[in-house]
């Protein structure tokens, strides 16, 4: 074989690295997350103040066991009370003719098809239908209300694949040049998002411009996290950006399956990271009334921060880098541009 095509496979094989990595972390993301839905201590509730409500309420918490954590309200309203609030997922109202249970599908579709599951045989044993009443339904425009997922993927590609190329092509521009491109590209994806959940598929409507809001921390998170990351990954950084904002991050988001459904990483991965801030803040802006707004905004501001962070660092090493290369009178080796930038770019907008 002569050197040169030996040289050109070597360059080849290379490269091929970053696809099958992101092949096996991306099987042992969505089939370790999504393969096997059960529920661990789902919250559900059994309505009643009486000897017959506890008694049911420990019939149904035993024979479950760990997948879910029963306990009584007094009334309806209460229960009511309590979906809206997002501390129980499903509510059983005992009656011999006409057993009701009360579920909020917009907090999740998947897992109020699980408490159903529950409830359904509890209710024929009784040989009553059971009647379901969706207290906080979704959307006409998104009746699984699964399309806030969606939108968090439209909103993670656009601001990932951006980070390629303002990383790549816009590696000779100084640091502070590529940080206000990732915040004005950021402004851009969010807009886009807004647009595409409003106007044309009306996923959502009303709340639009606290949605614009928390798409743009969102975005601006990912942006700058990337951003800075491209000085320290270089051409990984497409695989470093994946790995953070696509296996760990749509996986433990809750648009699919929420945490009550999921294995304890990706359930302990919810509570902190930023795709499940998005979607559990959209939710709780647009269907339960501003419950846990409030958490949910921080865990994307904490990301906001996390991303300047680490372009303060990045900042730190390129100075260092240049002062370098300007001591030894050798070009500056910022981020760089060429071929391995053009083809991370590549990469990026393929995935």
């Given amino acids: 074989m002569r050197p040169a095509t030996r040289a050109a496979l070597r360059h080849v094989l290379t490269h091929l690295l970053t696809p099958l990595l992101m092949c ?5 993301a969505y089939l370790g997350a999504f393969a096997d839905p059960t529920p661990h201590e789902l919250p559900v509730a059994v309505v009643g103040s009486g000897p017959s409500a506890e008694r049911l309420a420990g019939a149904i918490g035993e024979r479950a066991g760990d997948k879910l954590s029963v306990h009584t309200v007094a009334d309806r309203a209460e229960a009511v009370r309590e979906l809206k609030d997002q501390d129980v997922f499903g509510a059983y109202v005992p009656d011999r003719r006409a057993p ?31 009647k379901v009443t969706d207290v906080v339904p979704p959307s006409e425009g998104d009746p699984t209300g699964q399309g806030i997922f969606f ?34 590209t950021s402004l851009v994806v969010s807009v886009i998002g807004v647009v595409l959940a409003g106007p044309v598929f ?15 921390l969102y975005s601006a998170g990912v942006l700058f996290v990337g951003t800075g990351l491209h000085t ?59 419950s ?20 303060g660092a990045a900042w730190a090493v390129e100075r260092r880098r240049g002062a370098r290369a300007a001591a030894s009178g050798a070009p500056a080796a910022g981020s760089g541009a060429g071929p391995d ?9 393929g995935v």
Avoid: C
């Fill in 24 to 28: 096996v972390g991306m099987g042992l």
């Fill in 100 to 130: 009701e249970l009360l579920i909020a599908s917009a907090g999740s579709d998947t897992t109020a098809s699980a408490v159903q599951k529950v409830f359904t045989p509890v209710a024929a044993r009784q040989n009553a239908p059971l």
């Fill in 151 to 184: 939108l968090l993927v439209a909103l993670s590609i656009g601001s990932y694949a951006s980070v390629a190329v303002i990383g790549g092509a816009g590696g000779a521009l100084a640091l502070r040049i590529r940080a206000v491109l990732a915040a004005a």
């Fill in 202 to 216: 009306n996923l959502v409507d009303h709340g639009l411009w606290g949605l614009w809001g928390l798409a743009w």
């Fill in 232 to 290: 320290f990954l270089k051409r990984w950084t497409t695989l470093g950006v994946m790995v953070l904002f696509v296996m760990l991050n749509f996986t433990s988001a809750g648009g699919v399956f929420r945490p009550e459904l999921q294995n304890g990483f990706f359930a302990g991965l919810h509570g902190f990271w930023n795709g499940a801030g998005f979607v559990e803040g959209t939710r709780s802006l647009v269907y339960f009334g501003h």
């Fill in 292 to 311: 846990g707004l409030g958490g949910h905004v921080a865990t994307l501001l904490v990301w906001l921060a996390v991303g300047l962070v680490v372009l």
């Fill in 341 to 349: 930038a053009e083809e991370e770019m590549e990469e990026a907008v």
